[in-house]
């Protein structure tokens, strides 16, 4: 993460990629980035910002770039798209979510609180993992119907913690996943249990790499299991054939509609 100055970005470049790296990921994305510099999320905002400092990284970097996006944003397609457009090999979504995390009804001043400061902040950890879910697929179906020419790749982030739910990212088009506040919270043996438990999930499907797991095939397999259910039963067919009565299994049945 960096404000928006040419010379100190491609300092930044030349400093990290002497440290050997394989790939680069440009945070345009943290909720509380120092907007006044036009830092993090203020920065993944911007399209024409972002474009033109994209455009700066990409002639400088001599490895991958991928940009995070800020789900803080009404269309996350829109800012994905013009990191793609502007050279980078991929993208991962998301950062935290702009939040208040609560008012100290004591004090009366927001939390966390240091000195009488508070500042609203990032919200992770599980309770994100079905937004990022809805925002990795859509950034998935933007890049295979507007980037299907070349193989960018989509790195899902948000709320992981098992296998499962690694594997639903992948379901939905990512191509790898990550953790950070999972690990944090529970240490890094989660990370071994992550693996065993996508394996069995692969092993379950027969799926023989993860490649094996995508949108499409998630999308073809509900449509063979609606048109299953509607052979099998007629299911409710509009508002008026509800009764309330078994609603349960009523609502089980709209679905197969």
């Known amino acids: ?37 036009k830092m993090g999320a203020a920065m993944g905002q911007d399209c024409g910002l972002l474009e033109e400092v994209c455009g700066w990284i990409n002639a400088k970097a001599t490895v991958p770039v991928w940009a995070k996006m800020t789900p803080n944003i009404t269309d996350i397609t829109e800012p994905a798209r013009v990191a793609l457009r502007s050279g980078c090999e991929g993208v991962s979504a998301i950062n935290t979510i702009m939040s208040v995390m609560g008012i100290n009804l004591d004090t009366l001043r927001p939390e966390p609180c240091v000195e009488g400061y508070s500042t609203p902040g990032g919200y992770s950890s599980k309770a994100v993992h079905p937004i990022a879910l809805a925002k990795v697929m859509n950034i998935a179906k933007m890049m295979k119907s507007e980037f299907s020419e070349k193989e960018y790749s989509l790195s899902g982030i948000g709320g992981v913690e098992t296998g499962g739910d690694a594997a639903e990212f992948i379901l939905l088009g990512a191509n790898t996943v990550q953790v950070c506040t999972g690990v944090m919270m529970h240490g890094y043996g989660l990370v071994k249990d992550l693996c065993k438990e996508l394996k069995d999930f692969m092993k379950k499907h027969v799926f023989r790499s993860t490649t094996s797991t995508t949108h499409t095939d998630l999308v073809r397999r509900q449509k063979e299991a609606i048109e299953l259910r509607k052979a099998i ?17 009523e609502s089980e049945s709209m679905v197969s509609n």
């Open 1 to 37: 993460m960096e404000e928006y100055d040419k010379a100190a970005w491609e300092e930044l470049i030349d400093r990290v990629e002497e440290t050997g790296i394989d790939a680069i990921e440009i945070n345009f994305s943290c909720p509380h980035g120092m907007p006044e510099r």
């Open 233 to 249: 039963r007629k299911g409710l067919q509009s508002d008026k054939d509800w009764t309330g009565d078994g609603f349960v299994k």
